[in-house]
T-cell receptor, first 110, second 115 residues
Framework: AQRVTQPEKLLSVFKGAPVELKCNYS??????LFWYVQYSRQRLQLLLR??SRESIKGFTADLNKGETSFHLKKPFAQEEDSAMYYC????????????FGKGTKLSVKP | EPEVTQTPSHQVTQMGQEVILRCVPI?????FYWYRQILGQKVEFLVS????????KSEIFDDQFSVERPDGSNFTLKIRSTKLEDSAMYFC?????????????FGEGSRLTVL
């Protein structure tokens, strides 16, 4: 069965420090992975997707099929990055479903 | 920018009562979802809906739950007889035909408190 694991419930760093939010997945097919973010009092929204290999707000994530990982990284954290981050796996084609990890709360201190 | 809207934002109900949570997906979207998040836990998939029928449902989505698209705009989640453990934030999401698969657009959620 498909599963997404985020081992850290909370990650606290100082402004300017590097950040890595870990995500591992389990899926027998070809995975489509995403990072969603939820800022305080805002709705859940897409941050980035592995297929586009883009950098959004300084964040990047590389799919490592060998390690079944999709860690989210940013070299220099900003206070406005403080939020809940959810790794998600989409499966089943265009009518498919999205399942989430438990989420990691990132707190960036001044 | 079009958004998914949900009502009510917060509902308090007595155990055993029926609850209907409403969602208005983005107008040209075709696939609809309900998720829930119990306080302190992860966002869990409940059900997906396409072409006026359920595409997939999770183990959580038992006979107490039902979904409906009664008209061209609303997408509702009904809980027939609420239990204490149904207390959670319920999120509606939608995705369009031309959207990237997996790029769901979420509403702000409806908080359900069962007493």
């Amino acid at each position: 069965a498909q599963r997404v694991t985020q081992p850290e419930k909370l990650l606290s760093v100082f402004k300017g420090a590097p950040v890595e939010l870990k995500c591992n997945y389990s899926y027998s097919g070809s995975p489509e992975l995403f990072w969603y973010v939820q800022y305080s009092r805002q709705r859940l929204q897409l941050l980035l997707r592995h297929i586009s290999r883009e950098s959004i707000k300084g964040f990047t994530a590389d799919l490592n099929k060998g390690e079944t990982s999709f860690h989210l990284k940013k070299p220099f954290a900003q206070e406005e990055d403080s939020a809940m981050y959810y790794c998600a796996l989409f499966y089943g084609g265009s009518q498919g479903n999205l399942i989430f990890g438990k989420g990691t709360k990132l707190s960036v201190k001044p | 920018e079009p958004e998914v809207t949900q009502t009510p934002s917060h509902q308090v109900t007595q155990m055993g009562q029926e609850v209907i949570l409403r969602c208005v997906p983005i107008s040209n979207h075709l696939y609809f979802y309900w998720y829930r998040q119990i306080l302190g836990q992860k966002v869990e998939f409940l059900v997906s809906f396409y072409n006026n029928e359920i595409s997939e449902k999770s183990e959580i989505f038992d006979d107490q739950f039902s979904v409906e698209r009664p008209d061209g705009s609303n997408f509702t989640l009904k809980i027939r007889s609420t239990k204490l453990e149904d207390s959670a934030m319920y999120f509606c999401a939608s995705i369009g035909r031309d959207s990237v698969p997996g790029e769901l657009f979420f509403g702000e959620g409806s908080r359900l408190t069962v007493l």
